[in-house]
Nanobody, 127 residues
């Protein structure tokens, strides 16, 4: 059973930075695609970024491209989301997710492709 534990959320001023981490356990993740999604109050959960564990292909939502960077540390089984130039509209609960196979650039944005989810971490950006 895959377990995902997020950390690193918090309160930051607009223009600031945060780094989220997702510690993964319970499987060998070489075939997996790892994703970050976020959900603001009264909004749908939306795709933010994804990375293929093997190969390192990365994918980003247009709203975060150029500001956020997803990466992974194979030795630590951890996926990171470095968030720079944060804006108030980035305020949301951020969720880590895992899909047990490589996803295409379209499929990575689809929530139902991911079978495992973390509990979420709150990110609040003040103006």
């Amino acid at each position: 059973q895959v377990q995902l534990v997020e950390s690193g959320g918090g309160l930051v001023q607009a223009g600031g930075s945060l780094r989220l981490a997702c510690a993964a356990s319970g499987r060998t993740f070489s075939t997996y695609t790892m994703g970050w999604f976020r959900q603001a109050p009264e909004k749908e959960r939306e795709f933010v970024a994804a990375i293929r564990w093997t190969g390192g292909n990365t994918y980003y939502a247009d709203s975060v491209k150029g500001r956020f960077t997803i990466s992974r540390d194979n030795a630590k089984n951890t996926v990171y989301l470095q968030m720079n130039s944060l804006k108030p509209e980035d305020t949301a609960v951020y969720y880590c997710a895992a899909a047990p196979f490589p996803l295409t650039d379209v499929a990575v944005t689809t929530r139902r492709m991911y079978s495992s989810w973390g509990q979420g971490t709150q990110v609040t950006v003040s103006s």
